[in-house]
């Protein structure tokens, strides 16, 4: 059974960091595409970052630079690493992941905005206060 729980969300302000993990059971997340994605009240849900089975990461421009995506296989999780907080990086953040891994043959690539992954945490919020 795929499973994807995200934790590490809070409260921050702007300027601060925080550090969201995703641990995935069920499969190995390192064959997988995986990603981050986000919604703010009132908005629809955006993709943040996606990395492929090789490694190839996609960012959303509006968090380039600032955040971090990256996996550890040893403990089958995903994480993002968020510096310079920003009001408008508020939202409920997703971990998604689907078994077409590769960023080309798989169509990793598309992922960040097509979010045609096949599986969803539940989300974990973060609010960045001005």
């Known amino acids: 059974q795929v499973q994807l729980v995200e934790s590490g969300g809070g409260s921050v302000q702007a300027g601060g960091s925080l550090r969201l993990s995703c641990v995935a059971s069920g499969f190995t997340a390192s064959s997988y ?27 959303a421009e509006s968090v380039k630079g600032r955040f971090t995506i990256s996996k550890e296989n040893a403990k089958n999780t995903l ?48 609010t960045v206060s001005s």
């Open 33 to 59: 595409c995986m990603g981050w994605f986000r919604q703010a009240p009132g908005k629809e849900r955006e993709g943040v970052v996606t990395i492929s089975s090789e490694g190839i990461t996609t960012y």
């Open 79 to 126: 994480y993002l690493q968020m510096n310079s907080l920003k009001p408008e990086d508020t939202a409920m953040y997703y971990c998604a992941a689907d078994p077409s891994g590769r960023y080309l043959f798989g169509n990793c690539r598309s992922r960040i905005k097509d979010e045609r992954l096949a599986y969803w945490g539940q989300g974990t919020q973060v």
